[in-house]
């Protein structure tokens, strides 16, 4: 007799191929998907109908086995599969991929899902996010690029939006000193006179000293009237529009000396000192003149006295010290300049840069004299170092010595330390520098080769420099390059892992969130604890097996239409036995 069970197990037939043919249709369906991860659905039968559960063997008949009928098919679960699909490159490398078992943590409207696809875009915000808005998460930086760890942020690459700049610290100096140059014997001797045969009188007619008050000066062309030649309010330029005052090659910044009721010759000559750079730390010259400005009282004339060696030597006129009133009106030039002695011996300059804290660019000066040839071989240079930019009115910052050996190599290779104060410019003050005579990048020798030659070889720091682009390292670092040529870290990208990934819920546009069966989420650096490392430029590609699918397809329209031809045929069987009841 026809029974209406089979109508069910048929039914339950083409219920379950159905729904395999919906799976399939999906990962078909999915096969350009970025990083998607194709299922497969698994049956299992229904319970059975069952007539007799069989019987153990005896003394007098075997045993018997079970008579049961099956109730049809079922579906047993649907399961994904999470192997990596193939990479294929972009050249975007905003793109991102995971090489492992590893997902990205987004966040999205207080939601926090994963994903494995990695097309990230950056926002109006900048930050780094997915299609559908997510924003990537991981390690953040400090104002010195330092990685935060230990809290997840949104990952941010401002570009176009962030400049750097840094303090040097160090710049370093190479060359060969010509250790076969001419001792010194003297340096640069300038007296300031009233008159090319006098010196200076006070109003009261005696010679003046380092006390006298410039307003009580008498003026050298009206010699024995008393009048005064300067004027509470009256400046003196040294230097000025017009001027050259120079420094072997180097041309002196102008510089000006505000005159008041109190302002003094001894205020005149620190002036003059400061302006020129005359280091008096070096000592003594050759000649016995010690560098420095001096005024004789005996006879009212300033005499100034340099350095040794001919880049020191020093240049100016008359009209390189010129009065300008109150107004600002160019008077005259007060006093007569007459040039003594010419600087001499074997020297050489070079200029230094370094960098201040907001990347501007600071210059050095630096210079070596030959200072003395040692009995026994070996050499001793005087170094003088100045800038016209550090914020005090002297021009010199530091001098000392350094000695060669008969191979011509430094003795003491202890870098040169030195400050050059920054007031009132907006950077950090001051600018702490170590100056290497030997170092990677070259070193400083005294050899029997003409002429003196050093350069500045090296410098640390940075001028200022905008983010203009960035990569992802296989760790998930975040690396920025900037337009000055340095490179910070910028972020670090954070992997999740997961003990049962196959427990995840797929959550739409290529997210997946926690399941009850698919554990916390492990997070971790690419590269720990198996989530993989992570590919800049490329994204995963779906891991769609279309000839599997194609096959399975095959199989479910078999199986769906032999479950239709059992209730055909249940069908026509009924029809039969209502056929024998007319």
Avoid: C
Wanted: net charge negative; charged share 15%; glycine share 12%.
């Amino acid at each position: 007799m026809a029974s209406t069970t089979a109508l069910f197990t048929g039914l339950t037939g083409l219920d379950a191929h159905a729904r395999r043919l919906d799976v399939i249709g999906n990962n078909i369906a999915n096969v350009s998907t970025t990083a998607f991860k194709s299922s497969r659905m698994l049956f299992e039968s229904l319970m059975a109908r069952t007539h007799s559960i069989g019987s153990a063997p005896s003394g007098a008949v075997g045993g018997t086995n079970p008579t049961q009928i099956g109730l049809g098919v079922g579906i047993a679960g649907v399961q994904r599969d999470f192997n990596v699909g193939a990479f294929a490159s972009t050249g975007d490398l905003r793109d991102l991929a995971i090489d492992g078992s590893g997902f990205f943590i987004v966040e999205g409207e207080g939601r926090t899902f994963y994903t494995r696809a990695g097309s990230f875009r950056q926002d109006l915000e900048d930050n780094l996010v997915t299609l559908s808005g997510e924003r990537l998460q991981g390690y953040g930086v400090d104002e010195n690029f330092n990685l935060i760890e230990g809290s997840l942020t949104d990952l941010n690459i401002p570009l176009g939006r962030v400049q750097i700049a840094s303090a040097s610290t160090t710049t370093s100096i190479a060359g060969n000193l010509f250790a076969g140059g001419d001792l010194p014997s003297q340096g640069s001797s300038i007296d300031i006179t009233g008159t090319a045969t006098t010196g200076l009188f006070t109003t009261g007619g005696a010679f003046i000293d380092s006390t006298t008050l410039l307003t009580n000066i008498e003026d050298p062309e009206l010699f024995g009237s008393g009048t005064a030649l300067f004027a509470d309010g009256d400046i003196l330029e040294l230097s000025g529009q017009g001027g050259r005052v120079t420094k072997g090659d180097r041309v002196l910044p102008a510089e000006t000396l505000d005159i008041d009721a109190s302002t003094t010759v001894q205020d005149l000559m620190d002036f003059i000192d400061a302006v020129l750079g005359i280091q008096a730390a070096a000592g003594p010259n050759p000649d016995g003149a010690t560098p420095g400005v001096t005024i004789d009282s005996t006879t009212g004339v300033i005499s100034i006295v340099g350095n040794t060696g001919t880049v020191n030597d020093l240049d100016f006129d008359s009209s390189d010290l010129r009065l300008i009133d109150s107004d600002g009106t160019v008077i005259r030039a007060p006093f007569v300049i007459t040039e003594n002695a010419e600087a001499d011996g074997e020297s050489v300059r070079t200029t230094l840069l370094a960098y201040d804290s907001l990347g501007g660019e600071v210059s050095v000066q630096f210079t070596m004299v030959l200072e003395a040839k040692g009995t026994t071989g070996g050499t001793t240079w005087r170094y003088y170092v100045d800038s016209d930019q550090d914020s005090d009115l002297e021009l010199d910052i530091a001098t000392g010595t350094i000695e060669f050996d008969a191979f011509g190599q430094v003795v003491d290779t202890t870098p040169i330390t030195i400050t050059v104060d920054l007031e009132d410019t907006g950077a950090l003050s001051p600018l702490a520098l170590q100056i290497p005579l030997v170092s990677d990048s070259g070193l400083m020798t005294a050899l029997a080769d003409a002429p003196s030659t050093i350069n500045n070889v090296f410098r640390d720091g940075l001028p200022p420099g905008t983010l203009q682009s960035f990569g992802v390292q296989t760790d998930g670092i975040i690396v920025g390059e900037f337009s000055n040529g340095a490179t910070r870290t910028l972020g670090q990208v954070i992997l999740a892992n997961f003990a049962n990934s196959e427990g995840l819920v797929d959550a739409g546009n290529n997210n997946f969130s926690v399941g009850p069966n698919s554990g916390v989420a492990q997070t971790a650096r690419p590269g720990d604890f198996g989530t993989g490392t992570i590919l800049s430029g490329a994204l995963e590609q779906s891991n769609v097996d279309l000839g599997r699918e194609f096959t399975d397809l095959i199989l479910v329209q078999t199986g769906y239409s032999a479950s239709a031809r059992v209730i055909r045929t249940t069908d026509e069987l009924i029809q039969q036995l209502l056929v024998l009841g007319r």
